[in-house]
């Protein structure tokens, strides 16, 4: 099965210790762990906002990340915090500035449509952006990156913000999402039981080491 992220010998700081780990392309990919075990730099590492200080490589599709141009590497990946930045205006200039800073162009208004529905935001086009909760927003910015139709999406709680309802929604859009060729998510996650249900595999971390990788199903079935 091909990887779509493979690492190896890494060690960072005092915060993470991996030495092999593949995550399989076209899989939901779910990290659990308690705060402090290294899930969020490990999604760092992945989409070298950070890069490796004493040992180890992280490969995207067989290429190590560090040679690959950063630009091109976070189109082709998006990566998504767990408080992501929300451009101040509506939603419609959210999403028209997402698509022009990475000099693409907008969907149709459809596709947009459908999208907002399916994650439970009806109507929100010219909604403006300062009276979202927190939790609208998590979902606006999932739309962003769906919407630009990356490779990759490495989600850092995406949930956290949101009641059981919509976050089974997300996570269902998700899962239907990988099943597209050539897509992939990694997710950090504290729902386990949701992730359960959907995740192909799920790799759980404790003090920066690998404590347990619950390998469900293959991805392409």
Avoid at 112 to 136: A, C, H, R, V, Y
Avoid at 199 to 219: H, Q, T, V, Y
Wanted: aromatic share 6%.
């Amino acid at each position: 099965m091909q990887a779509v992220f493979s690492l190896t010998k890494i060690s960072y700081r005092q915060i993470l210790a991996i030495p092999a780990l593949e995550i399989p392309a076209g899989s939901l990919y779910g990290i659990t762990g308690k705060s402090g075990s290294g899930k969020t730099t490990l999604l760092k590492l992945l989409n070298n906002l950070i890069s490796c200080e004493q040992s180890g490589n992280v490969f995207y599709y067989g290429q190590n990340v560090l040679t690959i141009d950063p630009v091109s590497l976070r189109r082709r990946v998006v990566m998504i915090p767990q408080s992501p930045y929300i451009f101040p205006g509506t939603v419609r200039e959210n999403i028209r500035l997402a698509f022009h800073f990475n000099r693409k162009e907008v969907p149709r208004q459809d596709v947009i449509d459908n999208l907002l529905d399916q994650l439970d935001l009806p109507g929100f086009m010219d909604k403006d952006t300062f009276n979202l909760s927190g939790g609208e927003k998590q979902r606006l910015a999932l739309v962003r990156a769906v919407l630009l139709d990356p490779e990759t999406l490495l989600l850092d709680e995406p949930t956290a913000a949101l009641d059981d309802e919509n976050a089974t929604a997300v996570v269902s859009h998700l899962a239907q999402w990988v099943r597209k060729p050539g897509k992939s998510v990694v997710m950090i996650t504290h729902a386990g039981a949701l992730i359960s249900e959907y995740a192909d595999a799920i790799l759980n971390l404790a003090r920066g080491r690998i404590r347990s990788l619950d390998e469900r199903r293959d991805s392409n079935d």
